[in-house]
């Protein structure tokens, strides 16, 4: 199957800072984009669709300001979280699709202190 | 709009135990149903698939069968073993007005040696 590969896997930062969570489809090409936020013990929640060349798609409720996504080449989004604060600790996950399955990355456990 | 419903956990067993996890669907055409796998701190993993009616996916002792008159794609394993404790997610994915993937909440399943 397809490989996804999400980086860095954990990251701790105080609060104010930006992080930035980097996605990548290592065996093809990707114009589309998932990234996801998992609570604990819940499902995942789309934020956003990542589109190649455009702008992201953002659901409702999501902060574009505070969640920067950018999809500059066919095989790369990243994810920027800016000023971070402790509410912004999560579990990311991004995916990816070239046909009709979604793959995903490891993810990233974000812990702001 | 489509949407996963599978039962709520967490779901004990004893090693060797029958498993099933139910899971229902409601979608508009025709989606592709998958069970993903989370174990703690990491990822979504594909477990099994199912592209259209009546087929079965399975893999490692887990199967479910995509049943179109019930919309439901429950997972079963005949022999649960303590190393199946983990999150197990259903999911459809559709890709009319855009590729998406909708998840289940989630059933956590614990299993005791």
């Known amino acids: 199957g397809a490989v996804v590969s999400q980086h860095p896997s954990r990251v701790i930062c105080k609060s104010g800072t930006s992080v930035k969570i980097e996605c990548r489809s290592l065996?093809?090409?990707?114009?589309?984009m998932f990234w996801y936020r998992q609570f604990p013990k819940q499902s995942l929640m789309l934020m956003a669709t990542?589109?190649?060349?455009?702008?992201?798609?953002?659901e409702q409720g999501v902060e574009k300001d505070k969640f920067l996504i950018n999809h500059a080449s066919l095989t790369l989004s990243t994810l920027t979280v800016t000023s971070a604060h402790p509410e912004d600790s999560s579990f990311y996950i991004c995916?990816?699709?070239?046909?009709?399955?979604?793959?995903f990355g490891q993810g990233t456990r974000l812990t702001v202190v | 709009g489509d949407s996963v419903t599978q039962m709520e956990g967490p779901v004990t067993l004893s090693e060797e135990a029958f498993l099933t996890i139910n899971c229902t669907y409601t979608?508009?055409?025709?989606?592709?149903l998958f069970w993903y796998v989370q174990y703690p701190g990491e990822g979504l993993q594909l477990l099994l698939k199912?592209?259209?009616?009546?087929d079965k996916g399975s893999n490692k002792g887990f199967e479910a069968t995509y049943r179109k008159e019930t919309t439901s794609f429950h997972l079963e394993k005949g022999s649960v073993q303590v190393s199946d404790s983990a999150v197990y997610f259903c999911?459809?994915?559709?890709?009319?007005?855009?590729?998406?993937?909708?998840f289940g909440a989630g059933t956590r399943l614990f299993v005791k040696a």
């Open positions: 199912a592209t259209k009616a009546d």
């Open positions: 999911a459809l994915t559709r890709n009319t007005g855009g590729f998406k993937t909708i």
């Open positions: 979608a508009t055409g025709y989606p592709s």
């Open positions: 065996d093809f090409q990707a114009t589309t």
């Open positions: 995916s990816a699709a070239p046909a009709t399955e979604a793959f």
């Open positions: 990542s589109n190649e060349g455009s702008k992201a798609t953002y």
